[in-house]
């Protein structure tokens, strides 16, 4: 629809705007933009405020490259509650946040922003392997655990990274295949998560992985 069906240029693009959010079509976006016109003035402005201090302050944490309000440590990353000895990697902020939700992982995460689509132009050097390098060595843990969406991105870029990773001879590992093919982990209900992650399969195992990261770690 457009400003004629709407009477409104200015409602015609709150539509729009709320339209661009994945799976909103036009009837759930009129609905949404009606929803917030009926709203106090006040909780409008939290709203807008919330979303433009998200765009403006948010930024990367240095050792999982999740978010972090402040540039430094994110508050998943400073809890010393967390197991140290379990690194999982993953594509998406999303995924951690699926993960949490089901309960089941205390480790440490690592956010690789994407993953490797030929089709799209992504290749391995566009993703940050160096920093996810420094991670391992400063974090040392025992095991890497892959946890990418069950495509043929995810495959490939756990392939990629099995193999490049091999060389600090650390355990890697990737969740069990109850996840169905072509689905995010943030699509996965909680169950299917939890299950995936305990009994997860081994895809290399080391023969002196806390030698080879100790030598990587002196070099940073």
Known sequence: MDEQDYGSVLFSKAVEAFAQLPGVGPRTAQRYALHMLEQPAEQQARFVAALRDCADQLQRCPR?????????ACARCADTRRDDTLLCVVADVRDV?????????????????GLIDPMAGRGPDQLPLDQLQSTIARQRPEELILAFAVNMEGDT???YLQRHLQSLNIRISTPARGIPFGERLDQADEQTLASALQDRRVLYTPAAAS??????ADKL
């Open 211 to 216: 030698a080879r990261i100790g030598e990587m």
């Open 157 to 159: 870029t756990a392939f």
């Open 97 to 113: 946040m699926a993960l949490e939700r089901a309960g089941q992982y205390r480790g440490r995460y690592f956010v690789l922003g």
């Open 64 to 72: 999982c490259n999740g978010f972090s309000d402040t540039g430094e």
